[in-house]
């Protein structure tokens, strides 16, 4: 069975452009989650995405948004990119509605994305 | 708000010896799980071991096991017999129903041959 996949691996973009990530689930997996990490911070929760609808958003400015489509799918984009936004991005899936511990999320390899 | 606190920001361990990691957490709620991830130099987080709040019996997957103490709120990771492949970061995590993970800072873990 296919793992989480993300696209691109790794990405150099300029300050003030915008980017777009994108996350594979696993299939038939219906809830998508982001995160951020960088070595400052650790691993930051973004949002998260169960069909189609926005279920967590964590404390990150309005400059990030996200969006899940039928096929579960999930998009995370980036505007007016800031050299402090230059991190790996996560994104993690997992099947069931609200999570018990044995539904383990599983993580992709990243983004790597480098703002200059 | 939940947070979750590693102490210990690197360490290192002989090969076959034995390591503990520690993870003490902060919440209210009374439902909720821990993890402890590993993410090696791939970057793939590779979940290791998860505990339930509320079982009172610690964790245990082969060469892993968790000591969990609630009223501390304390989950530490305990790595037997280290092998050179347990090099990585570990992450001790935080969840409660939904799939919003709360990460702690990590700890880097070099085991040596």
């Known amino acids: 069975k296919a793992g989480v996949t993300q696209t691109p691996r790794y990405l150099i973009k300029t300050r003030g452009q915008q980017v777009t990530l994108s996350c594979s689930p696993i299939s038939g997996h219906r809830s998508v989650s982001w995160y951020q990490q960088t070595p400052g911070q650790g691993l930051q929760f973004l949002f998260e995405?169960?069909?189609?609808?926005?279920?967590n958003k964590g404390n990150f400015p309005g400059r990030f948004s996200g969006r899940q489509f039928s096929n579960s799918r999930s998009e995370m984009n980036v505007s007016t990119l800031e050299l402090g936004d230059s991190a790996l991005y996560l994104c993690a899936s997992s099947g069931r509605d609200r999570g018990r511990v044995g539904d383990e999320a599983f993580f992709g390899q990243g983004t790597r994305l480098t703002v200059v | 708000a939940q947070t979750v606190t590693q102490s210990q920001p690197e360490m290192s361990v002989q090969e076959a010896e034995t390591v503990t990691l520690s993870c003490t957490y902060d919440t209210s709620e009374s439902n909720y799980y821990l993890f402890w991830y590993k993410q090696p130099p791939s970057r793939q987080m590779i979940l290791v071991i998860r505990q339930e709040a509320y079982k009172q019996q610690n964790a245990t997957e082969n060469r892993f096991s968790v000591n969990f103490q609630k009223a501390a709120k304390s989950f530490s990771l305990k790595i037997s017999d280290s092998q050179l492949g347990d090099t990585a970061m570990y992450f001790c995590a935080f969840r409660s129903g939904t799939y919003k993970y709360i990460f702690g800072t990590g700890t880097r873990l070099k085991v040596l041959a």
């Open positions: 995405y169960f069909s189609e609808t926005q279920r």
